[in-house]
């Protein structure tokens, strides 16, 4: 799964080091940069980045582009400076449906954490949709909304499968003092102790996906996905 990779590769990449903790970028005066697998496939739309200050993150903003005039359509929901970490247009990864009526968007919230956007496109009109979430599908649990959940990963992926269906691949990393969240996985987690106490406790799953004609998104039964090998 090539977009899974590159998101990898990019987390992996700028938490290496704190000296390279984010990736920015200095835009220019009207340069609206398109972001990584921003070009849709009919060649008529894109997906460009910009923002201010020395670390182009002021006022930060991904706007839909109508090609070949690299011409401001929209600004897409839910991509600003209060909750991006880079602003460099590769650390942005776009997936284009086949017939480019829709795009997922996925970038760092935090140094661990992918936000991932899918927006439906039609025309110069680009909507948010409610996203699918595995974990809670599995879980009834609301990552955002629970307090007793410590997560300190999260790299979800989208692969188009078909025009209007998906793939999409969901690990997350979670830190407990008890194996509950685990138990309540099963397959779909594993649990390893940590230095010092606690557990390390891992959520891996991937399923197909559908977009309906209304909008909404249907998944399928997750599977178990790949864990890694945590030190």
Known sequence: MPHRRAVLALLLACAASPAFATAEHKYAKGEYAIILGGKAPNGKLSIAAHGGGETGSEGFRIYLMAEPAHRKLVTLDNVTDDNILDSAPDAFHAAWSADSRTVAVSFRSERHIVTLNIYAVDGARAKLLAGPDLFRDVTGLDVAGDNDLDM??????????????????????????????????????KASKRDGGGNTIQFSAEADGELMPDGKIRMGKPTPGKFEALD
């Open 152 to 189: 300190r990963s999260s790299v979800p992926a989208l692969t188009w499968t078909a025009p209007r269906r998906f793939h999409l691949t969901d690990y997350r990393v979670f830190v407990a003092d008890d194996t509950g969240l685990a138990d309540k996985l099963g397959p779909l987690g």
